[in-house]
């Protein structure tokens, strides 16, 4: 699930865009998924352009498109690079190198045998996070591994896995229970049957658990990056996926399966819940996700005006950003948290608060939020708010983002956090020990003021 990495994506050039010629300083913008991108190990790249401000449009170049660390991956090419057919190939063979070393269907197999064990010999390699067979032991021993597992354990792989804590790439700071519990029930009571978990593993299992109980009739299929969960799922349960290039490592029948789990049979509603690392890009993703829906809206056959029902977990700051792509989006005051995370834990208070929320494209006052937890239903603005958000009668809304009671500055004819003060200086309000610096802000791409480079005219034909 979600990560913790606070930098704002997309600014500036991450490590992971660095190559043999790194580019220099100046702006980045992300011009997505070309026809012949190159590929790494994490499926085609992305293309970007580096800017230099005053410049109309710097160098293009390839970059992995899950990886903003080098240390992940290297990859890197000019667009107008010509690539020798020697490199070509030791690219091919690199790729092939660092692909999982079974299947999927190889994995699925491994397990139908490994649950006919009895509990004695069944071990986990903590090392090669892996289930491992009686005939493998003798390549396992100096590594330190787990025994008796459990089917318990099995049917919680997020818990014998360790979490992949590389906040950029994999960043699984799993749902704590609570949370856990409350998006279950809430997907639930708003009657939907299918879910759709994009980076989401311990919503999945929870789901996957409940399987087995007569009365439970929702199924969930996991779009995840993290391999390691094949292990533990069947093809119809898991597709190792990629959610920054729309890219399914299984090919056409992996395409399929999410193909058929989104068809809609039999009333049964399908919502997708998706979880990604904060650091990842906000443009990448909200494009894949456009991709998953438009998958969806062509196995309908009615309601061709509406969106697939969605839920995203980012942190409250990247509100503007999900809005620019999803201008149908709402942000709920729902604190999500985490269990393996030492910030975004429930029921800490002021800016210690979690800082994570529900982004949806559903109806506001249909997201009932718990009441015990402190939160209120705001007649005027009819949906649920924390309750240190008051409503304030001049901007008509309920207008706190992260939990504190904000305050309503009419100079800024807005409401600001409850520590920043109207600055003269700046003409607006900031913190009352910032650097007065006003500067006139200008578009990354071009150099020129009056628009963001998401905008910019000079991209416009790419």
Same mark, same amino acid.
């Given at each position: 699930?979600?990560?913790?990495?606070?930098?704002?994506?997309?600014?500036?050039?991450?490590?992971?865009?660095?190559?043999?010629?790194?580019?220099g300083a100046g702006g980045l913008a992300l011009l997505g998924l070309a026809p012949s991108a190159p590929s790494c190990p994490h499926g085609?790249? &992305?293309?970007?352009? %580096? #800017?230099?401000?005053?410049k109309e449009e710097g160098r293009r170049f390839y970059a992995c498109s899950a990886c903003r660390d080098r240390k992940d991956c290297n990859f890197f090419q000019w667009e107008d690079e010509k690539v020798s057919e020697t490199r070509l190939a030791a690219r091919e063979e690199y790729n092939r190198n660092h692909q999982p070393p079974f299947t999927h269907r190889q994995n699925v197999e491994r397990y139908k045998n490994f649950v006919l064990l009895p509990l004695s010999r069944r071990r986990f390699c903590?090392?090669?996070?892996?289930?491992?067979?009686?005939?493998?032991w003798e390549k396992h021993l100096d590594h330190q591994f787990l025994c008796d597992i459990s089917t318990a354990q099995l049917k919680s792989p997020s818990q014998l896995l360790y979490p &992949?804590?590389?906040? %950029? #790439?994999?960043?699984?700071?799993?749902?704590?229970?609570?949370?856990?519990?409350?998006?279950?029930?809430l997907i639930i009571d708003l009657g939907f049957r299918r879910v759709l978990s994009v980076g989401t593993p311990r919503l999945h299992e929870m789901i996957q658990s409940k399987a087995s109980q007569e009365d439970f009739r929702v199924r969930s299929l996991l779009l995840d990056i993290d391999f390691r969960y094949s292990q533990f799922y069947t093809e119809d349960e898991f597709c190792h996926y990629n959610m920054f290039n729309h890219y399914f490592f299984g090919g056409e029948a992996a395409h399929e399966t999410c193909r058929k789990f989104l068809y809609q049979g039999s009333g049964e509603r399908v919502i997708m819940v998706t979880d990604p690392p904060f650091g990842g890009l906000v443009e990448a993703l909200a494009s894949s996700?456009?991709?998953?829906?438009?998958?969806?809206?062509?196995t309908e056959k009615e309601g061709h005006?509406?969106?697939?029902p969605m839920f995203w977990i980012f942190p409250y700051f990247f509100e503007s950003r999900i809005l620019e792509f999803f201008p149908s989006f709402s942000m709920m005051d729902y604190q999500v948290d985490y269990d393996n995370h030492a910030l975004y834990k429930h029921g800490k208070t002021g800016r210690r608060q979690s800082p994570v929320r529900i982004f949806t494209n559903l109806t506001p006052?249909?997201?009932?939020?718990?009441?015990?937890?402190?939160?209120?239903?705001?007649?005027?603005?009819?949906?649920?708010?924390?309750?240190?958000n008051q409503h304030c009668?001049?901007?008509n809304s309920c207008t706190s983002k992260d939990g504190r009671r904000w305050k309503h500055c009419v100079l800024c004819k807005k409401c600001v956090k409850p520590s920043w003060f109207h600055c003269n200086n700046c003409n607006c309000c900031a913190l009352q020990n910032h650097t007065c610096e006003k500067t006139d802000a200008v578009c990354f791409v071009c150099g020129k003021a009056g628009h963001k480079r998401s905008t910019c005219p000079s991209l416009s034909h790419t």
């Open positions: 699930e979600g990560g913790g990495n606070m930098a704002v994506s997309g600014e500036g050039a991450p490590e992971g865009l660095c190559g043999p010629e790194r580019p085609p790249a &992305l293309l970007f352009v %580096k #800017t230099s401000q005053g903590q090392q090669c996070q892996q289930l491992l067979l009686p005939a493998e &992949l804590e590389n906040k %950029k #790439t994999n960043a699984q700071y799993l749902f704590a229970g609570r949370s856990c519990q409350f998006l279950l029930d996700f456009k991709k998953l829906m438009a998958m969806w809206k062509e005006n509406q969106e697939m006052s249909m997201i009932v939020l718990p009441v015990e937890e402190g939160y209120r239903f705001c007649a005027v603005c009819q949906r649920y708010v924390s309750s240190g009668e001049i901007c």
